[in-house]
């Protein structure tokens, strides 16, 4: 249904752009306020998108192609700081995951962006206008939320994500690595195809420590990774800049207002230890065009009780994840031994409850818990 009214979405990240695209394909008219330049600096972050996810930017014509772009991984294996370990193998003839190069996919939705009629690019937002939507859609660094009314709850983990490429004496074999061990979490995601060596990195660590490792030299970042993750692929060699970040749960205390509605990191974000803060945003790309979708030809893109359709279908999925990547944190950097024990012994009890973990890989492959 073609519609005069107007969308604008302040924030052009992933989410941003994708709920742009997703809009236009209902004919409505977006204006997308951010910079579609590209970065200063190269951008070494990996993102796990899962099949919702997937299907979300396929959609709106921005899914990478290219296996080199987006890596499926057909295994994963994470390991506790003990005897605990769990292992995830994909059904035969499908993928559990893939991880996507994060400066192509931002070269996919930039070029759908540009390439569609309905999409407006503008470096500052236009005069708001009767019945129209604001999207914020600008991570959780965010001024234009408070700004609008809204306030967020957050709490500051002690750890500081680091995120850099390394390519591994060994093929990686579509396989995704994940080590509790001690007061770090290390992941090893498969990027460069399925054939390739190259992994992306994010080491969950004490805040002075990331500081240190970032500012330490590619051979010392490299030999610490190399005995992180065991050799479980040989010899580590650092191939791209080392970033850092601290890491924040937070939560919007409501995402909805008459004409503004909240989606991606600035409604929420999550301990990247699951790799699901993405698929959370990307949930909420498709939630908000499903009710914009549906919404009756008397209501208006803006209206408050059609917007808060959308905040009640993505609170539990969001807070699910919230508390259980949270707990999960929690639970591993306690120093108490009973915790430890109980942790190594949950993770073995687990991985041998075949239904259970079944229906533990299907929940995160097709969508956010429910």
């Given at each position: 249904?073609?519609?005069?009214?107007?969308?604008?979405?302040?924030?052009?990240?992933?989410?941003?752009?994708?709920?742009?695209?997703?809009?236009?394909?209902?004919?409505?008219?977006?204006?997308?306020?951010?910079?579609?330049?590209?970065?200063?600096?190269?951008?070494?972050?990996?993102?796990?998108?899962?099949?919702?996810?997937?299907?979300?930017?396929?959609?709106?014509?921005?899914?990478?192609?290219d296996p080199h772009i987006a890596t499926p991984v057909r295994q994963m294996r994470v390991f506790g700081d003990a005897q605990g370990c769990v292992q995830f193998d994909a059904?035969?003839?499908?993928?559990?995951?893939?991880?996507?190069?994060v400066p192509a996919l931002i070269q996919c939705l930039q070029d759908a962006v540009r390439a569609n009629p309905k999409i407006t690019v503008a470096a500052g937002a236009p005069?708001?206008?009767?019945?129209?939507?604001?999207?914020?859609?600008?991570?959780?660094?965010?001024?234009?939320?408070?700004?609008?009314?809204?306030?967020?709850?957050?709490?500051?983990?002690?750890?500081?994500?680091?995120?850099?490429?390394?390519?591994?004496?060994?093929?990686?074999?579509?396989?995704?690595?994940?080590?509790?061990?001690?007061?770090?979490?290390?992941?090893?995601?498969?990027?460069?195809?399925?054939?390739?060596?190259?992994?992306?990195?994010?080491?969950?660590?004490?805040?002075?420590?990331?500081?240190?490792?970032?500012?330490?030299?590619?051979?010392?970042?490299?030999?610490?990774?190399?005995?992180?993750?065991?050799?479980?692929?040989?010899?580590?060699?650092?191939?791209?800049?080392?970033?850092?970040?601290?890491?924040?749960?937070?939560?919007?205390?409501?995402?909805?207002?008459?004409?503004?509605?909240?989606?991606?990191?600035?409604?929420?974000?999550?301990?990247?230890?699951?790799?699901?803060?993405?698929?959370?945003?990307?949930?909420?790309?498709?939630?908000?065009?499903?009710?914009?979708?549906?919404?009756?030809?008397?209501?208006?893109?803006?209206?408050?009780?059609?917007?808060?359709?959308?905040?009640?279908?993505?609170?539990?999925?969001?807070?699910?994840?919230?508390?259980?990547?949270?707990?999960?944190?929690?639970?591993?950097?306690?120093?108490?031994?009973?915790?430890?024990?109980?942790?190594?012994?949950?993770?073995?009890?687990?991985?041998?409850?075949?239904?259970?973990?079944?229906?533990?890989?299907?929940?995160?492959?097709?969508?956010?818990?429910?």
């Amino acid at each position: 249904m073609a519609s005069s009214q107007d969308v604008t979405i302040q924030g052009a990240g992933i989410v941003g752009m994708a709920l742009a695209l997703s809009l236009a394909n209902l004919r409505l008219r977006v204006t997308l306020v951010g910079d579609l330049n590209p970065p200063a600096q190269a951008d070494v972050r990996a993102y796990a998108i899962n099949h919702a996810g997937k299907a979300t930017l396929e959609a709106v014509g921005a899914w990478p192609q290219d296996p080199h772009i987006a890596t499926p991984v057909r295994q994963m294996r994470v390991f506790g700081d003990a005897q605990g370990c769990v292992q995830f193998d994909a059904p035969e003839g499908d993928d559990l995951t893939w991880i996507v190069d994060v400066p192509a996919l931002i070269q996919c939705l930039q070029d759908a962006v540009r390439a569609n009629p309905k999409i407006t690019v503008a470096a500052g937002a236009p005069e708001a206008k009767a019945n129209s939507l604001l999207v914020i859609s600008e991570g959780r660094a965010t001024t234009t939320r408070a700004l609008a009314g809204f306030t967020a709850r957050s709490v500051t983990y002690p750890h500081h994500a680091l995120a850099t490429r390394v390519r591994m004496a060994q093929p990686h074999a579509g396989t995704a690595w994940q080590w509790f061990d001690g007061n770090t979490i290390l992941g090893l995601l498969p990027i460069g195809g399925p054939d390739g060596q190259d992994m992306a990195v994010v080491w969950s660590q004490p805040a002075a420590k990331a500081e240190s490792w970032r500012e330490a030299g590619p051979e010392a970042l490299a030999q610490a990774l190399t005995e992180a993750s065991h050799h479980t692929l040989g010899e580590a060699k650092v191939i791209g800049s080392v970033a850092t970040w601290p890491l924040v749960l937070s939560r919007a205390d409501r995402w909805v207002a008459s004409g503004i509605a909240l989606v991606g990191d600035t409604a929420h974000t999550v301990h990247p230890l699951a790799g699901q803060g993405l698929n959370l945003g990307l949930g909420d790309v498709a939630e908000l065009t499903r009710v914009l979708s549906q919404r009756e030809s008397w209501r208006s893109v803006g209206d408050l009780k059609l917007l808060r359709r959308y905040e009640r279908a993505r609170a539990l999925p969001t807070l699910s994840m919230q508390t259980a990547t949270d707990a999960l944190f929690l639970a591993f950097a306690s120093r108490l031994p009973l915790v430890g024990t109980l942790r190594n012994v949950g993770m073995q009890w687990f991985d041998r409850m075949g239904p259970v973990k079944q229906w533990t890989m299907a929940q995160a492959r097709l969508a956010e818990p429910n």
